[in-house]
């Protein structure tokens, strides 16, 4: 009940199409659900986060779709360039006494020029 | 600049040696955390710790011990004990186990080699 499901494994994207990563929960007590940027050799870094009160939130190219009632949530950028091929990775909390992240097995983004 | 370090960035020890990561943070977070990262693999935490002197296991914590004796430094030594110790070994910080924003923060990550 614990893990959080992200596929696809990897995507390859033409610039300037839209990358679609998607990701399934199970424990319905986890309320906050951010999405990482990975490259090659890096730590990642936060690049949107959204609570289950909203169903999208927009950061420039960058948007997360929610679905409360389906488990899901979803990171779509919009206008892929070669400069977003990174692995993303999904993951999801509970607030609360601990803010464990449990992270889904990543997305390997390739955006061909 | 604010941030976490992580040192070094390259590590190669021989199998049977204990080694210790070093992590450190400016960001006065008071949450801290490791994780470990193995190819094809999501990032899976093996220790984490809330204040000073305290910490707790996560889901890897096996072959693995931390101190937290300063707010700044959460260094995470890998024992002998560990059976499978290559991997890419990350830190993050943040705020608080139980304070919003649960934004977690990474540093730039040890890539430890064990033969």
């Known amino acids: 009940q614990q893990q959080v499901k992200q596929s696809p494994q990897s995507l390859i994207v033409q610039k300037g199409g839209i990358s679609i990563i998607n990701c399934a929960y199970e424990?319905?007590?986890?309320?906050?659900f951010p999405w990482y940027q990975q490259f090659p050799g890096k730590g990642p870094a936060l690049l949107i986060a959204i609570r289950p009160d909203v169903s999208e939130k927009k950061e420039g190219r960058f948007t997360i779709s929610f679905n409360k009632s389906a488990k899901q949530f979803s990171l779509h950028i919009m206008d892929s360039q070669p400069g977003d091929s990174a692995t993303y990775f999904c993951?999801?909390?509970?607030?609360?006494?601990?803010?464990?992240?449990?992270f889904g097995t990543g997305t390997l983004l390739a955006v061909q020029p | 600049d604010g941030g976490i370090t992580q040192s070094p960035k390259y590590l190669f020890r021989k199998e049977g040696q204990n080694v210790t990561l070093s992590c450190e943070q400016n960001l006065n977070h008071d949450a801290m955390y490791w994780y470990r990262q193995d190819p094809g693999q999501g990032l899976r935490l093996i220790y984490y710790s809330q204040i000073v002197n305290d910490f707790q296991k996560g889901d890897i914590a096996e072959g693995y011990s931390v101190s937290r004796e300063k707010k700044e430094s959460f260094p995470l030594t890998v024992t002998s004990a560990q059976k499978n110790p290559t991997a890419f070994y990350l830190c993050?910080?943040?705020?608080?186990?139980?304070?919003?924003?649960?934004?977690?923060?990474f540093g730039p990550g040890t890539r430890l080699t064990v033969t």
């Open positions: 424990n319905t007590a986890f309320d906050y």
């Open positions: 993951a999801a909390s509970k607030s609360g006494a601990t803010n464990k992240l449990i």
């Open positions: 993050a910080s943040s705020m608080g186990l139980a304070t919003f924003p649960y934004e977690q923060y």
